[in-house]
Structures are given as C-alpha cells and as structure tokens.
C-alpha cells in the first residue's frame, strides 16, 4: 500500500475530508517561521479521536508520515512536512466537551482555541490564563509545544495546566494520560512526556485543563525607562522580593517604536518600557502596584502610567500581542525570524544587554520584547530583502541563543525545537540525555512516522 492508497482508504471514512487540493497542501506546507515549505501528499480533516486512531494505523502499517496540525501558528518549523506524508488536521475537532466549576477543571478538543475557550469560560467565573503570542493557537498545540505567555510568572505554563490528556499512539491505539486531580504518586508521569512532545510521539486529540477563578480586581501600568539595564534591572528586582505580579513585559525602544506606529499607542515616548498587570483583590493589587512602583523609581523609572478601564487594558496587551505584526508592518519587504530563550532570572540583564551587543554588531534591526518575569526574551531577527540576508539573520539568532546557553538558560522557553533548534539540544542537554530521549523516541515510535526532522537532528 503507498501513500495514494492510504489516501484511499481513509477516503472511506473521511470522504472529502482528505484532500490532494493544491491550495489547501499549500496552506499545510508551513507556520508562521523562515523554514523552506514542503507540501504533504495530503491533508486529513479529522472530527473524532476515532477518526485520528484509523487514520493513524493505517498510515503506521505502510510507514506513512503523519504531522499533526493546529493553527499553523508555529514558530519553529513544527508543522512543515519535511518528508511528506499526511498533514493531520485538528482544527475541526473544536468542541468543549465539559466544564466543572466546582472543580475548577474542563475537558476540550485539541482544536479548541485559547480566545475561544475563554469566552465560553467567561459566564461561569473562569478563565484559562495560558496566554501565547495569538490567541488563535489551538489548546492541542499549545500542549504539543509546551506553550506559555504573559501570564506565566504567576499561573504557570502549559506544563503547569494541563491535568491529562487523550492521545493517538503513532500504531493507531488511543490512551488516557493523567485525570483530573491536582496531583498523583503511580506510575511515569505520561501526560508531561506528551505535553511539550511536539507531535513526534502521538496525535493529542483531548486536553484535561486547570483553570483559574478570574480575578476580583485588576490593573495594568506602563513604565518607561532611559535605559535597557535600567528596565532588565527592576524586573530582576521585583522577582527577587517576591512580589506576585500577574505579568511584567519588556519591550525595547525598537519595539516600542514600532508598537507606537502600529497600535497607536498614546502617551508613550522610544524608550525602553515595562508592561505590568496586577491581579487579585482590591487592596491585594494596589499594594502590589505600590510596591512594584516604588522599586522602579529606584532604577530611574519616569513613573507608572496606569490602564484600569478594561478597554485600556485591552489595547495596550493587544499591543503587545501584535508586536511581530508590528515589527513586518515596520520594516516592509523584511521577514522576521522570531527566536526566543530564556535564562536564570539572576543572568537577565547579561543575556539582553548581551542580545542588544550582538545585534548592534551584526547591523541588523531586531526589537526585543519579552515575557521576562520568567527570564524569558524573544528577537524579532528582520531579514532584508538582500541575498545574504537570511544567513546573516540566522548567525545573529545563533549567536542569542549560544549566549543564553552559556548562561545556564535554554535554547528556547515557549516555541519548541522544531527545526530551527535541534542544534542546540545536545549542548543544552548533554549527549547522554539526548539518547535518552531517542530511546523513548524510538520506543513510542519504532517506524518514525510521527512528525519526523523534528528535534532530533538527521531524524
């Protein structure tokens, strides 16, 4: 059986939900990254863990290559068909299948959005705060790519929210991983090793949530600041003394400048700024507020600027959200290469002065902007249109990263490995570990159909 005959027997119960459509294997033939496209044989729109598990055996039985696909939001190259195959969507597999406020906990589709999740959530005083780039991002992959957000620094990341899961193996068979407790002592801990996988272990179709009461009070406030170190250096603070802020953003004077043009932020001046949300009771907040404002006046801060109407809010985390946007709007006929890492709270100032240096150097224009109240920090590389743009943009990513390495951080917090990482993970895990996890890749996935070129090298 090839390829064109795995497509014909799913044709059997999919329909023409598999399709050899151009346009639609274009639309599947890459995310939101730099990496060269490269169309599926086919894309499969399935409805139904039932319908990804037939899928799934029939093309592990010819050693067929199946990538899992959400919203094509990915930055790293998750999603591109590096060998062909079938593209498995789940972006139809969109329900909310069931909410407990008492427990505090929902069971959704792996094509559940965050945006969309949160306005069903919204009538029962709930909310999910796992909040990436966009809020198209799928549930399902946000778990496969171990996602996080501005709210990390105080409700966790996915890693942290995610109670149990759904998942088709890579022969066909569907498992349950996990539950709906807060905590448990039996056996391996199957949910974290899927959550963060990046499809190349199994399909997930079904996601078990925490979620969170929404806040009685909150409060937001831009600071602005002379200086980057000045900026980096009352986060560090701040997070030394415990405060429990909600989110703290950074945003340099580049981006700001294009955050400014773009979202038509008022009030705000080119200089490096701090976004910051409080949340929690009335007093709660504003004595958080105080105190966070007191520390940055002592690095120089030009005082807090304060959004408490919830549009206000709204539009200056918007703002922030859109910042990639902002950046292509900025520069027209530029790519941008979003790359991130994240290092020790302790060595954020040396990783982004250090980012600041490198991109200086390099003569190329890349704001930086950050979810930094976990150490982490994302470079928006702007590739010009010339013919050594892209190699020059990539030396510069390298070279970010290589830093953050050396300063005992990651090679990347929130995107994943995908393609453009996988040069990193022996140097950020050891050679050892690293055949720790090709053994488990091997174990789960003995014919490598599952997402394969993906965070191993020459997989």
């Known amino acids: 059986m090839s390829v064109e005959a795995v497509i014909a027997a799913a044709a059997g119960f999919l329909g023409e939900r598999i399709t050899t459509n151009d346009a639609l294997r274009d639309h599947h033939s890459h995310g939101q990254d730099t990496q060269t496209p490269v169309m599926p044989d086919a894309v499969a729109f399935v409805e139904s863990t039932d319908e990804a598990c037939r899928l799934m055996a029939l093309c592990h039985a010819e050693h067929v290559p199946v990538v899992p696909w959400g919203a094509g939001t990915s930055l790293e190259g998750h999603v591109t068909p590096v060998r062909g195959g079938i593209t498995l969507d789940l972006s139809r597999m969109n329900r909310v299948l069931d909410v407990s406020q008492a427990d505090m906990d929902c069971r959704v589709e792996a094509g559940v959005t965050q945006e969309q999740l949160n306005t069903y959530l919204r009538d029962v005083g709930l909310f999910f705060p796992v909040d990436p780039g966009t809020s198209v991002c799928t549930i399902g992959g946000m778990s496969a790519t171990r996602a996080s957000g501005t709210n990390a ?21 569907p498992i349950r991983t996990g539950g709906r407790v807060r905590k448990s002592s039996s056996g391996y801990d199957l949910t974290r090793l899927f959550v963060g996988s990046e499809g190349t272990l199994g399909i997930i179709t079904e996601i078990q949530l925490r979620l969170w009461g929404i806040p009685e009070a ?63 009771t009335p007093a709660g907040v504003a004595e958080q507020a105080g105190q966070a404002e007191e520390i940055a006046a002592g690095y120089n801060g030009l005082g807090f600027a304060w959004a408490t109407e919830p549009a206000e809010r709204a539009k200056l985390w918007e703002a922030r959200h859109d910042a990639l946007w ?14 991130d890492a994240i290092v020790p709270i302790s060595r954020l100032s040396e990783a982004i002065l250090g980012a600041k240096q490198d991109i200086t150097d390099s003569g190329l224009t890349a704001p930086i902007v950050g979810h930094v109240g976990d150490g982490n920090f994302h470079t928006v590389i702007m590739v010009p249109p010339e013919p050594d743009g892209m190699a020059r943009a990539w030396a510069l990513d390298k070279k970010i990263v290589a ?36 053994a488990v890749k091997q174990a789960l996935d003995p014919r490598g159909v599952m997402n394969p070129g993906k965070i191993f090298l020459n997989s």
């Not at 620094?153 to 995610?162: A, E, F, H, K, L």
């Not at 902002?326 to 790359?339: E, F, V």
């Not at 453009?420 to 050892?432: D, I, M, N």
């Open 153 to 173: 620094v105080r409700y966790g990341t996915m890693r942290d929210n995610v109670l149990g899961l759904s998942v088709v193996m890579p022969d066909g068979r």
């Open 326 to 339: 902002a950046c292509l709007a900025w520069k027209p006929g530029h790519k941008g290469i979003a790359t």
């Open 403 to 438: 830093r953050a390495l050396a300063l005992g951080g990651s090679c990347s917090g929130e995107h994943g490995v995908g393609i453009g990482k996988r040069e990193f993970l022996e140097q950020e895990h050891g050679a050892e570990a690293l055949s720790v996890m090709h």
């Open 218 to 280: 909150v409060s937001s406030a831009t600071c602005q600041f002379r200086t980057l170190q000045d900026a980096v250096e009352t986060v560090i603070a701040i997070l030394q003394l415990g405060i429990p802020v909600a989110r703290i953003e950074l945003l340099d004077d580049v981006q700001m400048a294009a955050c400014i043009a773009y979202s038509k932020l008022q009030g705000l001046n080119v200089l490096p700024t701090l976004f910051f949300e409080f949340h929690g």
